[in-house]
């Protein structure tokens, strides 16, 4: 158990329809990050938030957006569902490795969206 | 970020060690050698990171070439629990905190029993 959690575990929708991933973080952790895994292309980097701010920006559709809230729980919008959209989503969190560099990711179990 | 290239897939037979290369012959000074693993459909899990000097965690051993154009993820004593597939990430350590994994296509490893 990562510490990380996100609802729901499964989501099935239809197409055009709109639907909301959350996340929570672990404890004391202030970056959240969303990726997206699909079978055609794999594990890809949606967005991260930083204490409320996003911080940075990889290849999230203009049709999904997220936001991060004071209590630090993030959540990932996604409308006017595709096909193409039916993936696993993941959010990690993040806790700095100190002086010795890098920053290790925590991951949350996942989403599984199907959109029929 | 420098590119990394991994064999697609790999067998170990379980007791034994399994060794995991990665090649990132255009890693730059001042990036980093992350290793994570996904096991089947879970979230990845962090394993270990390096820079330059061999590391070792209760998960694993890394050994990073002097050159550090190659790395080699050292799993000591492959259990069936250990089947997934391997990540090689290599990423240069921002001082805002996005770093943002970028994921290839990975190592397939089958522990068999």
């Known amino acids: 158990d990562s510490g990380v959690t996100q609802t729901p575990k499964h989501l099935i929708t239809a197409t055009g329809q709109r639907v909301t991933l959350r996340c929570s973080p672990r404890?004391?952790?202030?970056?959240v990050y969303w990726y997206q895994q699909s079978l055609d292309q794999g594990l890809q980097f949606l967005i991260q938030?930083?204490?409320?701010?996003?911080?940075a920006k990889g290849n999230i559709l203009e049709r999904f957006s997220a936001q991060q809230f004071p209590d630090l729980h993030s959540e990932l919008n996604l409308s006017s569902l595709e096909l193409g959209d039916s993936a696993l989503y993941f959010c990690a969190s993040s806790v700095d490795l100190g002086a010795g560099g890098g920053i290790e990711q925590f991951f949350g179990p996942g989403t599984r969206l199907t959109v029929l | 970020d420098a590119k990394t290239t991994q064999p697609p897939s790999m067998d170990c037979a379980e007791g034994r060690a399994a060794n995991l290369p990665c090649n990132h012959s255009t890693i730059s000074g001042n990036e980093y050698v992350y290793w994570y693993r996904q096991i089947h459909s879970q979230g990845p899990q962090y394993i270990i990171h390096?820079?330059?000097n061999n590391e070792t965690n209760e998960m694993a051993s890394l050994i990073i070439t002097e050159d550090r154009k190659s790395s080699t993820l050292i799993l000591p004593h492959a259990t069936l629990r250990d089947t997934a597939v391997y990540y090689c990430?290599?990423?240069?350590?921002?001082?805002?905190?996005?770093?943002?994994?970028?994921f290839g296509t990975g190592t397939r490893l089958t522990i068999i029993p």
């Open positions: 990430i290599v990423m240069v350590k921002s001082n805002f905190g996005n770093e943002k994994l970028t």
């Open positions: 404890s004391g952790d202030l970056s």
């Open positions: 938030y930083y204490n409320g701010e996003e911080r």
């Open positions: 390096g820079l330059k």
